[in-house]
């Protein structure tokens, strides 16, 4: 059995998209996130569809992936300090009416889907939210 320390660094794509509307789903593409990335992964975790509303101000503070749990702002501010790079999909704010100035300080980049397909095409690994 190979030990899970024993490898090269990979790089990963979180694809996010749930959002408030499925919160259950919510804390775990960031706990996987800062552990991926702990482990010398580059991890960016893109959030499209539902999940650009998880960037806008005010909803992740606000929410949780169970009755008395962690805030999602928590999960990801881990996320954040163990390096994961967050992108919000430019074409899928408009639907849910937000605005760039309406992003949490915690997203670097506000990205187009072409960028999105680029990193898919390049990554190591991709996994779906």
């Known amino acids: 059995m190979e030990n899970y320390l024993d490898h090269e ?5 979180i694809v996010m998209t749930s959002g408030p509307s499925n919160p259950g789903r919510c804390a ?11 482990m010398d ?12 509303r998880l ?4 909803v992740a503070e606000n ?10 702002i928590e999960f990801m501010r881990d996320a954040k300090s163990a390096g994961v790079k967050f992108h919000a999909c430019r074409p899928a704010l408009p639907g849910y009416d937000i605005e760039p100035v ?3 300080a915690e997203v670097d980049e506000v990205s187009s889907g072409g960028a ?11 996994l779906f939210f």
């Not at 775990?28 to 702990?38: D, V």
């Open 116 to 126: 999105l397909a680029d990193m898919i095409l390049s990554c190591d690994k991709v």
């Open 28 to 38: 775990t593409p960031f706990y996987l996130g800062a552990l991926l990335a702990s």
């Open 9 to 13: 660094a990979k790089t990963v794509v």
């Open 102 to 104: 309406d992003l949490i």
């Open 63 to 72: 929410l949780t992936a169970m009755e008395g749990g962690k805030r999602i």
């Open 55 to 58: 960037v806008r101000r005010g």
């Open 41 to 52: 992964a580059e991890v960016t975790i893109f959030f499209t569809m539902d999940g650009v």
